[in-house]
């Protein structure tokens, strides 16, 4: 797998836009880019994933630049309960079953 | 969403014993199941992955007869930690794969393992 880098932490205020940088220079053609966040003591949580167009949910945005090489993650409104550790994985997508790797992801703090 | 139960959320033992974990898809049927542990400040660290009616496979330097997995069914894994010491005290999570989700995995919520 591609290895991914992530700032350690960030902060973020409340009702603000959250912006999560991930670089992934090394990415092949069929690797796609997933998202995960962990909150304190739970499992993770899926939030997003993409392969090289813009995707947007219910949760967030996530924008991959056009050589593929780094995208963001972008919560629109920030509140309390995103504050998490976010996960940024790349991975082939397929049915192989292979397990995802978890790096040491970004500590986002949300204040009020 | 695909949900994942995981039970107990929370165990507490005494060193020697056994303690099971069991982790269940409720609304799809998981190809594969994962076991992860996490211990404090750290990331989480794939133990093994298990296929419905096949044996585990186990992560370089863990220990299978320690940790017992059984994937008997598509919607149920079971890890059991055999012997518990203190050093197995951890936060142990699963998760699951649907047939047809690719990589998109499902996480339990996890259990707190102390072991006294």
């Known amino acids: 797998d591609a290895k991914t880098t992530q700032p350690p932490s960030m902060d973020c205020a409340e009702g603000r836009a959250a912006n999560l940088p991930c670089n992934h220079s090394?990415?092949?053609?069929?690797?796609?880019v997933y998202w995960y966040r962990q909150i304190h003591s739970q499992g993770p949580q899926y939030i997003i994933h993409?392969?090289?167009n813009n995707e947007t949910n219910e949760m967030a945005s996530l924008i991959i630049t056009e050589d593929r090489k780094s995208s963001t993650l972008i919560l629109p409104h920030a509140t309390l309960r995103d504050t998490a550790v976010y996960y940024c994985i790349v991975r082939e997508h397929s049915n192989s079953g292979y397990a995802l790797n978890f790096g040491k992801g970004t500590s986002l703090l949300v204040t009020p | 969403g695909a949900v994942v139960s995981q039970h107990p959320s929370w165990v507490i033992c005494k060193s020697g014993t056994s303690v099971k974990i069991e982790c269940r898809s409720l609304?799809?049927?998981?190809?594969?199941m994962f076991w992860y542990r996490q211990f404090p400040k750290q990331s989480l660290m794939l133990m093994a992955t298990?296929?419905?009616?096949?044996?585990?496979?186990?992560e370089q330097g863990v220990e299978k007869d320690k940790f017992l997995i059984n994937h008997a069914s598509l919607t149920l894994s079971t890890l059991t930690v055999t012997s518990a010491h203190p050093e197995d005290s951890s936060f142990y999570i699963c998760?699951?794969?649907?047939?047809?989700?690719?990589?998109?995995?499902?996480f339990g919520a996890g259990t707190r393992l102390s072991v006294l």
């Open positions: 298990s296929n419905e009616g096949s044996k585990a496979t186990y």
């Open positions: 993409g392969l090289k």
């Open positions: 609304d799809f049927q998981a190809t594969t």
């Open positions: 998760s699951a794969r649907a047939a047809l989700a690719k990589n998109i995995q499902y």
């Open positions: 090394t990415i092949s053609g069929n690797e796609y």
